[in-house]
T-cell receptor, first 113, second 109 residues
Framework: DSGVTQTPKHLITATGQRVTLRCSPRSGDLSVYWYQQSLDQGLQFLIQYYNGEERAKGNILERFSAQQFPDLHSELNLSSLELGDSALYFC????????????FGQGTRLTVV | GDSVTQMEGPVTLSEEACLTINCTYTATGYPSLFWYVQYPGEGLQLLLKATKADDKGSNKGFEATYRKETTSFHLEKGSVQVSDSAVYFCALNDYKLSFGAGTTVTVRA
């Protein structure tokens, strides 16, 4: 158990809909990362937060947004969903220090039908 | 920017064979280097890490040495087991955590 909790584990929704994925980081970790993993594109970095502020942005679509709340949990919002958004979405957390390792949650499997 | 390149898979081995997965990196600073493993249906787990040049990370029989002169961090195991079948990711963290594309390893009994 990494200490990172993601909910829900599975999500099935229709095209055009909006969903929210939730992540609780390990106790004491200030930084949260979001990744998308699909079969054909590997692990894609979406966005990183540190203590509530956006720290780094990757290949995150405009239809996607995220935030980190004062209690340090984070949410990833995906809207106007398309079939191609079907993937595993992982959250990871770290202390946020330069060079530190990240610990991953079990992921949310999103299926868009 | 920082990037990681690792050998493409898939790799298929017999039990007790030696495994090497090559990983090279590009970084402007002095990153920490990691290997993560993803077993089927699970999230990524930290396998080992090295934080400075010439450091050797090791865990579960796997080893990797931080080679600054060749900018490499190759993963090795002398005798693999069926339970080592997984996807392996090389990663670095300087100011941002960056991952390689992953290498799928299948070990046959």
């Amino acid at each position: 158990d990494s200490g990172v909790t993601q909910t829900p584990k599975h999500l099935i929704t229709a095209t055009g809909q909006r969903v929210t994925l939730r992540c609780s980081p390990r106790s004491g970790d200030l930084s949260v990362y979001w990744y998308q993993q699909s079969l054909d594109q590997g692990l894609q970095f979406l966005i990183q937060y540190y203590n509530g502020e956006e720290r780094a942005k990757g290949n995150i679509l405009e239809r996607f947004s995220a935030q980190q709340f004062p209690d340090l949990h984070s949410e990833l919002n995906l809207s106007s969903l398309e079939l191609g958004d079907s993937a595993l979405y992982f959250c990871a957390s770290s202390s946020g220090g330069i060079g530190t390792e990240a610990f991953f949650g079990q992921g949310t499997r999103l299926t868009v039908v | 920017g920082d990037s990681v390149t690792q050998m493409e898979g898939p790799v298929t081995l017999s039990e007790e064979a030696c495994l090497t997965i090559n990983c090279t990196y590009t970084a402007t600073g002095y990153p920490s280097l990691f290997w993560y493993v993803q077993y089927p249906g699970e999230g990524l787990q930290l396998l080992l890490k090295a934080t400075k040049a010439d450091d050797k990370g090791s865990n579960k029989g796997f080893e990797a040495t931080y080679r600054k002169e060749t900018t490499s961090f190759h993963l090795e195991k002398g005798s693999v087991q069926v339970s080592d079948s997984a996807v392996y990711f090389c990663a670095l963290n300087d100011y941002k955590l960056s991952f390689g594309a992953g290498t799928t390893v299948t070990v046959r009994a």
